[in-house]
């Protein structure tokens, strides 16, 4: 049973910093992009960051300059580390993997239960 379990969220003053963790576990055969998304509610859930394969990053506008996208292929885990944050990045951040088991015959997608990150002005 595959699992992506998010870390690091909780409450900051506008201007501050928090690193989001988010490590794949379980009968994985390999991991192709990873990525944070994050959601407000009645709102949809948007990318943040993205890491492919081979350590590409992409990152949506408010994103960038800003926040960090990483990974350690060895321990599945993808790093999110948000600086200069704003009450606008309060949402809840999941962690998004395409990855493939060892009894899956093709990559699928996989969704972390999310973590809440709040953003006091």
């Known amino acids: 049973q595959v699992q992506l379990v998010e870390s690091g969220g909780g409450l900051v003053q506008a201007g501050g910093s928090l690193r989001l963790s988010c490590a794949a576990s379980?009968?994985?055969?390999?991991?192709?992009?990873m990525a944070w998304y994050r959601q407000t509610p009645g709102k949809q859930r948007d990318l943040v960051a993205i890491?492919?394969?081979?350590?590409?990053?992409n990152y949506a506008l408010p994103a960038k300059g800003r926040f960090t996208i990483s990974r350690d292929y060895a321990k599945n885990t993808v790093y999110l580390q948000m600086n200069s944050l704003k009450p606008e990045d309060t949402a809840v951040y999941y962690c998004?993997?395409?990855?493939?088991?060892?009894?899956?015959?093709?990559?699928?997608?996989?969704w972390g239960q999310g973590t809440q990150v709040t953003v006091s002005s």
């Open positions: 379980g009968s994985i055969a390999g991991i192709n992009a």
């Open positions: 890491i492919g394969g081979t350590g590409s990053t």
């Open positions: 998004y993997a395409n990855l493939k088991t060892d009894c899956a015959s093709s990559y699928i997608d996989y």
